[in-house]
Nanobody, 116 residues
Framework: QVQLVESGGGLVQPGGSLRLSCAAS????????MNWYRQGPGKERELVAA????????NYADSVKGRFTISRDNPKNTLYLQMNSLKPDDTAVYYC?????????WGQGTQVTVSS
């Protein structure tokens, strides 16, 4: 029943911007902490950003701090990741994630490719 669906990925030039979305359903979205992860070629999956249930607290990986912004619209059950000043090292599949009742849930991922 829990479903997370990412969208908004694509090909962008270095220095460009993208906004990723994650549409959530099957649970009370407003009660849960949400996360964005990414996995680049030949790399382990890493936590990019996290946000509290109300959106009042956000945390970021050092590599994206100052460039990415995580946000959420609880009435729309949607999580966002605004990505600015993109670099080739940001190339990865980006995943929406949450934890509920001792289980971890993932979306299918959306590909972000930063290249000239």
């Amino acid at each position: 029943q829990v479903q997370l669906v990412e969208s908004g990925g694509g090909l962008v030039q270095p220095g460009g911007s993208l906004r990723l979305s994650c549409a959530a359903s099957g649970f009370t979205f407003s009660s849960l902490h949400m996360n964005w992860y990414r996995q680049g070629p030949g790399k382990e999956r890493e936590l990019v950003a996290a946000i509290s249930s109300t959106g009042g607290i956000a945390n970021y990986a050092d590599s994206v701090k100052g460039r990415f912004t995580i946000s959420r619209d609880n009435p729309k059950n949607t999580l966002y990741l605004q990505m600015n000043s993109l670099k080739p090292d940001d190339t990865a599949v980006y995943y929406c994630n949450t934890n509920l009742d001792r289980r971890t849930y993932w979306g299918q991922g959306t590909q972000v490719t930063v290249s000239s």
